[in-house]
Structure formats: structure tokens, C-alpha cells
Nanobody, 124 residues
């Protein structure tokens, strides 16, 4: 499976925006792609997922309406636009690719490739 590299994290004030990017080393066009996040001493949590055809996305309740997942299959990239950020959005954000092609994925166990993560800190 493709290797994934996240970028775009950083420090932002509450109410601000960030756009995370995930670059894949190979084709991701057949795979659902997702974003997860984790804070120290807690389990990694689901943020958003987008199917291979870009016509079905699902979001965690905590970020719905503020975050948008998108993908560019031609360039093997996935994005997470994060608006109206809150301090509780702080964490390491991970990009992930589903284990199997043409399979919807929302649980961690359904994803087989992970990036190294990018830190997002929301603080004034």
C-alpha cells in the first residue's frame, strides 16, 4: 500500500483555520481515505472519511460543519479543511488509507496504511 505523509499542521488561534494535506506515494483512487486524531494518553479518534468516488463522506459529530475532507485522486492527495478551530481540536492528525479497495471504512481496524501524523495546536 501507498506510504502517506501529512503536512499543514501548526499553531492557530481559536476560530482560525488550517488545511491539512496528505500525500500518497501511490495511487489511492480505489481506496477510502480518512483522517484521525490523537492527544496524549487517549485513544486515536475518528475525524472524517471519504470514499473512493468522493461522493460519500462521514464526519465525527464533534467536527461536523467545521471540517471538510476532500481528495484529488489524480495527484494522490487527501485534504482536511479545518475551520472555526477550537482548543479541543488540538492533537496529532493522521491520514489513513483503507485496507481494501472499494470498501467503506470508518473504524481504525479498517485502515491499513497510516502517515506519521502532523501536530495541530489550537491556542491563544
Amino acid at each position: 500500500q501507498a506510504q502517506l505523509v501529512e503536512s499543514g499542521g501548526g499553531l492557530v488561534q481559536p476560530g482560525g483555520s488550517l488545511r491539512l494535506s496528505c500525500a500518497a506515494s501511490g495511487s489511492i483512487s480505489r481506496y477510502a481515505m480518512g483522517w484521525f486524531r490523537q492527544v496524549p494518553d487517549t485513544e486515536r479518534e475518528f475525524v472524517a472519511t471519504l470514499n473512493w468516488g468522493t461522493n460519500w463522506a462521514t464526519y465525527a459529530d464533534s467536527i461536523r460543519g467545521r471540517f471538510t475532507i476532500s481528495r484529488d485522486n489524480a495527484n494522490n492527495a487527501v485534504y482536511l479543511q479545518m475551520n472555526n478551530l477550537k482548543p479541543e481540536d488540538t492533537g496529532v492528525y493522521y491520514c489513513a488509507a483503507a485496507r481494501s479497495p472499494f470498501t467503506l471504512a470508518t473504524r481504525q481496524s479498517e485502515f491499513g496504511s497510516w502517515g506519521q501524523g502532523t501536530q495541530v495546536t489550537v491556542s491563544s
